[in-house]
């Protein structure tokens, strides 16, 4: 084989080494972005179920109140809290004003109440 045809073997030997490496490279890539593509899905699938079961859990709280009553509900009390803070309280000290803990009433609806309101049932 004279010097030039080998050269022209090697060239196209050099040549589908690199395309066969890009080739790799790009697939690599490819399946790289359909991971995190993937990934991603599942975080915003998690991220939904997180918070509709903390919907759930406030809604619970504010004795079934949903969509709107439970955003005025909401808003209601951390407005409250943000006043009393204001004025100097501690959480600690709101705390205690939410919470019953000396049972000093005999009504039911407030033993336990851990919020300032009382029952946010949406009424029409």
């Known amino acids: 084989m004279s010097k030039k045809a080998k ?5 196209k030997s050099a040549v589908i080494i690199k395309d066969a490496v890009l080739a790799k490279n790009n697939k690599k890539l490819t399946d790289l972005e359909q991971s995190i593509k993937d990934a991603l899905e599942r975080k915003h699938k998690i991220i939904v179920e997180s918070k509709l079961y903390i919907y759930e ?5 504010y004795g079934g109140a949903e969509g709107q009553a439970l955003l005025d509900a909401v808003t209601a009390e951390h407005t409250l809290i943000g006043k009393l803070t204001a004025s100097g309280m501690t959480y600690e000290q709101i705390g205690e004003l939410a919470d019953d803990t000396d049972n000093s009433s005999d009504d039911d609806e ?5 919020s300032f309101f009382g029952d946010f049932t949406h009424k029409d």
């Open 57 to 61: 859990q406030l809604s619970e709280l």
């Open 110 to 114: 407030t033993v336990g109440q851990t």
């Open 7 to 11: 050269t022209e073997v090697d060239e």
